[in-house]
């Protein structure tokens, strides 16, 4: 059992990777920066979306992405787009800045979601896995020598595999659940133009019908300050 934990052990260390996601509100005419800090080899991966962009007559969901190098020039840049993704395997250490632009946006905030991972795609050396095995068998009793035939390349196999399906579960559920955010974001802004607009068709309505009454009352009543004006007109 010990050796199996030890086996678990160095895999996951090996494979290891940090993730983090977040949800970010980027003002009208503002820009939002991060900064992640990436060793030499490791692979930086971003996926975000535009989720909202207020209830605004010309709100629509876009922003500008681009990642910095530590050393001032940009690596990647998009402009005005509602998702993206970023995937690029880092030559030097240092700290990368990956900025979200709203600066060409005077009325609408934007908010969004994006997903970070820094990892170490390279193949890991499982050379050190062999020391936990003996290579004299003759001291071991029936139960270990049962478990020793169990291959290294096996279990790093099927690590690997119950690694990457988790993965991606955890990948299609974040995908699912942004993709639900935005759309009842859309929905509720639609809901609130529909009232909005139903609000004042029937003031409009309302006053039409109003003015109408008292137009028809007019042509009937001496005493009423639009009277003459009728008479004028219709002697005319």
């Known amino acids: 059992m010990r050796a199996v934990s030890l086996v678990v ?31 030499q080899g490791h692979t930086l991966t971003i996926d975000y979306q535009v989720v909202d962009a207020g209830s605004g007559q010309y709100a629509e969901l876009d922003i500008n992405f681009r990642v910095m190098h530590p050393k001032g020039h940009p690596i990647v840049a998009t402009f005005k787009k509602p998702d993206g993704s970023f995937n690029q395997r880092m030559e030097e250490v240092g700290d990368y800045k990956i900025c979200f632009d709203n600066t060409f946006s005077f009325v609408s905030s934007k908010t969004v979601y994006f997903e970070l991972i820094n990892e170490n795609e390279e193949e890991p050396d499982y050379d050190d896995l062999a020391g936990i095995f003996p290579e004299d068998g003759a001291a071991l009793d029936d139960d270990d020598l049962e478990f020793y035939e169990v291959q290294v390349a096996d279990i790093e196999t099927r690590l690997k595999k119950i690694k990457e399906e988790v993965d991606k579960s955890k990948h299609l559920q974040d995908l699912i659940r942004v993709t639900d955010t935005k759309d009842r974001s859309i929905a509720e802004h639609n809901f609130e133009r529909v009232n909005f607009m139903s609000f004042f068709y029937m003031i409009v309505l309302i006053s039409s019908g109003l003015l109408q009454v008292l137009l028809i009352r007019s042509l009937f009543d001496d005493k009423s300050k639009i009277n003459p004006l009728w008479k004028k007109a219709f002697k005319d």
Do not use: D, I, P, W
């Open 9 to 39: 052990l160095l895999v996951l260390q090996n494979a290891g990777a940090r993730e983090q996601e977040m949800t970010v509100e980027v003002g009208a005419g503002k820009e939002e920066c991060f900064y992640e800090s990436v060793q």
